[in-house]
């Protein structure tokens, strides 16, 4: 078992290590630098919610959810943007506990979801959440503009 806790701006060192590794495993170019200074800002900026997970004192994993709002339920949601766990610490049950407690966030913020999306071609991903309570919008269309570089 890990320990789970918010992290906070003494974490940014470690944290960082796990961004990039976590961007790294999504085909983005290492930018330790940079994604530091993300972090940071969104640290400092009080924008995410990030927990992290602990053993031995070493950062093992992530969490980072962002606070958006439905207007039809007229409340607060999370978006579990980004999950990652160190290779060596995968299967050991963390990244379920990292979601309980992105779970326990909905709760205490009185949000009425977490919502999140992943590749279809994750297959650990599609094992993962289903198993953890999430249910698969079959219902809705979701759509993505992006501007071009």
């Known amino acids: 078992m890990s320990t ?38 969104r640290i400092i900026n009080s924008e995410s919610e990030i927990f992290i997970s602990i053993i031995e004192s070493k950062a093992v994993g992530f ?6 709002f439905s207007s039809t339920r007229m409340k607060k949601m999370w978006l579990l943007n980004d999950l990652f766990v160190h290779s060596e610490f995968r299967g050991k049950g963390i990244s379920k506990e990292l979601i309980e407690v992105s779970k326990k966030l909905c709760i205490e913020t009185n949000a009425c979801a977490v919502n999140l999306e992943t590749s279809k071609m994750n297959d650990i991903g599609n094992s993962l959440y289903p198993s953890t309570g999430f249910v698969l919008d079959l ?7 992006t501007k071009e570089n």
């Open 4 to 41: 789970i806790r918010k992290a906070t701006i003494q974490d940014l060192d470690q944290l960082s290590e796990l961004f990039d590794l976590y961007r790294t495993f999504y085909n983005k170019a290492s930018d330790l630098t940079a994604g530091k200074e993300f972090l940071k800002e």
């Open 63 to 68: 969490v980072q959810l962002y606070p958006y």
């Open 139 to 145: 219902e809705n269309n979701y759509y993505s503009w």
